[in-house]
């Protein structure tokens, strides 16, 4: 039994390494985020004025194949995150949140040819928010104000590490990956509940392989 058992796992551990394939990609891409507050009565608050707020996604991808259909994917990322509102006719503020991100998926393929493949996958992410800024433009005078995120402010206890999970489809054409994701933060971005925001993204874009 032991020996059969064995031979198993060797044919298997023969197959992956045999089908392995290993790429080093860039990634370019738009986020379109809404961010959420934890504490409901400032959700709703919040709610009729939201919108989806622009910001770009970009880093390098490694993306390991075992074997036709199974492959894992690790990625490191700048990636801006945030919340947009819109009061008609007086403002719009952008609460703008820098990231730097590791997203790790596993992905199964769907189909695969030499060419191209198309797959589904899921995982999870791991991020520090590095910095930020909220900007407000106002409509009747025209004034711009910038503020950058002060972490060492006293009347503010911030959260800097962000987790979540997420979810999503690629398909590569040659050298071209073209993806859409959407993420879920799971922590919220400061240690009292009442100001804690969490976020909900739409990722889209290509990761172009390099090696």
């Not at 104000?145 to 997420?166: C, E, L, M, Q």
């Not at 054409?173 to 969490?198: K, P």
Request: glycine share 6%; proline share 2%; aromatic share 16%.
């Amino acid at each position: 039994m032991t020996k059969y058992l064995t031979l198993t796992i060797s044919m298997l551990f023969v197959s992956c390494v045999s089908f392995s394939q290993t790429f080093f990609k860039i990634k370019a891409g738009v986020n379109l985020s809404k961010a959420v507050y934890l504490n409901k009565n400032n959700d709703n608050l919040i709610k009729p004025v939201r919108r989806l707020k622009p910001g770009i996604v970009t880093g390098l991808v490694f993306q390991q194949f075992f074997n036709k259909i199974l492959s894992v994917q690790a990625e490191i990322l700048y990636s801006q995150k945030g919340l947009k509102t819109t009061q008609i006719p007086y403002n719009t503020t952008f609460n703008t949140m820098n990231y730097i991100e590791i997203p790790v998926s596993g992905q199964y393929s769907l189909m695969k040819t030499r060419h191209s493949f198309f797959n589904i996958y899921i995982g999870g992410y791991g991020a520090f928010w590095t910095d930020g800024k909220y900007k407000r433009k106002d409509y009747y005078t025209g004034e711009i104000t910038s503020v950058k995120v002060d972490f060492h402010n006293p009347d503010y206890t911030y959260s800097r590490i962000d987790a979540g999970i997420f979810t999503g489809i690629l398909y590569n054409i040659n050298n071209i990956d073209f993806f859409l994701r959407y993420t879920r933060s799971m922590t919220g971005s400061s240690e009292l509940n009442a100001d804690a925001l969490t976020t909900r993204i739409f990722s889209f874009g290509i990761n172009y392989t390099i090696l």
